[in-house]
């Protein structure tokens, strides 16, 4: 069975700039989670979708992060304007059920 | 406010001795709890989990303890191995959603 996929591993951008994040879950999981990571911490959920519809995003920054999943597979996180403090890597994860969630290998961001 | 914490933010252990990690939780609501294992620059890897139904639960090596009244879980490890050395990650959530709160980590190093 394949795995989460997410692209790219790694972007560097500068302050001010844009970035989007693409993610692939695991085949035939409805519910679909993007969660930030900070250097030393856990990681801290940002939204979920169950199928192509939004369950939770309470911890999203709406003016500047936004997420799509259309045609409930695939998910792409944006960010626009970046700042300074969004540097983190973005795991991308999927589950069946509301219990185990799968990680992919997630997105390390660094803002300049 | 942290809902899940994690103490300890590294571990030293011996080669095949026992390794204890430690995680706290502040919200009755939670009645699911994992543990998540995480190498460098790859996602979380599911390890065990427990229902608040039960007060421990077994897999090979690895047992998780519930203390529902004090509101504490541990991960024990025995015999730990060299491999084992990794960030461990506690994580609590609800069965009737999907959402999981991470501790911090604890970075756990087996010597061999």
């Known amino acids: 069975e394949a795995g989460v996929a997410q692209s790219p591993r790694y972007k560097i951008i500068e302050k001010r700039q844009s970035v989007a994040f693409w993610c692939n879950p695991i085949s035939g999981h409805a519910t679909l989670y993007w969660y930030q990571q900070i250097l030393g911490q856990g990681p801290k959920l940002l939204i979920q979708f169950q199928n192509n519809g939004v369950v939770d995003d309470s911890q999203l920054p709406k003016d500047r992060f936004s997420a799509e999943r259309l045609k409930g597979v695939d998910s792409t996180l944006k960010i626009q304007p970046a700042k300074l403090e969004d540097s983190a890597v973005y795991l991308c994860?999927?589950?069946?059920?509301?219990?185990?969630?799968?990680f992919g290998p997630g997105t390390r961001l660094t803002v300049l | 406010d942290q809902q899940v914490k994690q103490n300890s933010p590294s571990l030293s252990v011996q080669e095949g001795r026992i390794s204890i990690l430690n995680c706290d939780y502040t919200n009755s609501m939670f009645d699911y709890f994992l543990w998540y294992k995480k190498y460098p620059a790859e996602g979380p890897t599911f390890l065990i989990s427990i229902s608040s139904i039960k007060d421990k639960n077994e897999d090979g090596r690895f047992t998780v303890f519930l203390n529902k009244s004090a509101k504490h879980l541990s991960l024990h490890i025995v015999p730990s191995q060299p491999g084992d050395s990794a960030v461990y990650f506690c994580?609590?959530?609800?069965?009737?959603?999907?959402?999981?709160?991470f501790g911090q980590g604890t970075i756990l190093t087996v010597h061999p």
């Open positions: 994580a609590a959530g609800g069965t009737s959603y999907g959402k999981l709160t």
């Open positions: 994860a999927s589950s069946q059920t509301n219990n185990e969630q799968f």
